[in-house]
């Protein structure tokens, strides 16, 4: 065996192409992990959404700047009606919930004396008819005997005082009647304006006294609004000021028609307003609404974000992260965090003071502010058509 041969099999020349074979493997496997590593590191990035040059459909675009104070909306009138006169309730001919119009019955009373004392009162009539005819009578022919001197002074003077005496009686009898026919009248209950039942305080067959409430009405088609404002703003109102009315999703104008400067016992002062414009049968009283103080808050006082983007940062003070590329055509950025002041919250938007501008707006983190700390690299959206055309 020649020496090349004895030199490839020995053990020593296996052992270093083993090794040789291993340190060329260990390299490509490192190689390798290195690529993936460097592609795994720029996927890792956490995408952020910023608000983008997208106009944000935000309270600065339609909504009223302003303070808004909570209102309720009340019925025009809200009364208790019952009986002026006494008796038995025979009908009820509303309920709960139930619409009635001007002059429709709401209950009656029972009418079987007052028809008795009628029909007593009639006959009374005709009685008192007849005796005022004949003192006529008698009177006149009093009359006709005194020219020819065949009847005393005093039979004359009788004669005059009996037919006196007998239109009293007829009117006395009238006016009985008359008396009655009111209580007849008064023996229904008619309803005082256009309205609904709210409650219904008692049934057929209960005796009633005057006075007692049988209904609760509230008046429909007419409705205001009542708010309570620091004494400070409502004596900057005036009869006649036009104020907006926010409710659900949707804002009417109210007239302010009455001012109450007299601090309640909540130490607020009372301002009533009258829809204008504004369906009135839409409104359900006892509903809440928002009626807006505008303030003089523009843009040049600061800027609209949503709540989202705002994170809590102490002493009042509140946060937002900024994730700004260095050039428009990437998509990669370091967070930054600045601080802002809050003037006024609207729905689900505020306006905001202090490090953010109209030029940062929209580099802002819109959601999910609790993923990101500053210093972190990010990958942002799209910012919209103003990054196109960069």
């Excluded at 067959?205 to 609760?216: C, D, F, S, Y």
């Excluded at 689900?348 to 502010?369: D, L, M, R, W």
């Amino acid at each position: 065996m020649s020496v090349r041969e004895k030199l490839v099999h020995s053990p020593v020349f296996i052992v270093c192409c083993f090794f040789i074979i291993l340190v060329m493997a260990l390299g490509f496997s490192r190689l390798s992990q290195s690529g993936e590593s460097k592609l795994s590191d720029a996927n890792a990035l956490l995408r952020v959404d910023v608000i983008g040059y997208e106009p944000a459909d935000g309270p600065s675009h339609g909504m009223v700047n302003g303070e808004r104070y909570v209102g309720r909306i009340e019925a025009g009138q809200r009364t208790e009606v019952g009986f002026d006169i006494s008796g038995v309730v025979t009908t009820v001919l509303k309920s709960e919930g139930d619409t009635f119009k001007k002059g429709d019955a709401l209950a009656t009373l029972d009418t079987e004396r007052l028809s008795a004392k009628q029909n007593e009162l009639e006959a009374g009539v005709r009685r008192a008819q007849a005796a005022k005819k004949l003192a006529g009578s008698s009177l006149v022919r009093a009359q006709s005997l005194r020219k020819s001197r065949n009847i005393s002074e005093q039979a004359l003077d009788e004669a005059i005082q009996n037919k006196n005496s007998a239109e009293a009686e007829y009117e006395l009898v009238i006016a009985q009647q008359a008396s009655v026919d009111v209580e007849l009248r008064k023996a229904k209950l008619v309803a005082p304006f256009n309205g609904i039942v709210i409650d219904r305080m008692i049934d057929e067959g209960r005796a009633t006294n005057p006075g007692a409430p049988v209904l609760l009405l509230e008046q429909i088609g007419k409705t205001e609004i009542r708010v309570g404002l620091p004494l400070k703003e409502a004596r900057n109102l005036s009869v006649g000021d036009i104020l907006n009315v926010e409710r659900n999703d949707e804002s009417f104008s109210a007239t302010v028609v009455r001012i109450n400067l007299a601090l309640s016992t909540s130490r607020v002062s009372e301002i009533y307003l009258l829809p204008k414009d504004y369906d009135d049968q839409a409104l359900i009283s006892g509903e809440l609404v928002n009626v807006v103080i505008e303030k003089n808050l523009g843009l040049d006082h600061g800027v609209w974000l949503p709540l989202s983007a705002l994170t809590e940062y102490g002493r009042g003070l509140w946060s937002v992260y900024l994730a700004k590329p260095s050039t428009p055509e990437e998509r990669t950025a370091l967070i930054e965090r600045t601080i802002v002041e809050v003037v006024q919250i609207q729905g689900e938007f505020a306006q905001v003071k202090g490090g953010v501008t109209n030029e940062t707006i929209p580099y802002v983190v819109k959601s999910s502010t609790h993923r990101v700390v500053a210093g972190q690299h990010v990958q942002i959206s799209s910012l919209g058509a103003a990054s196109a055309e960069n």
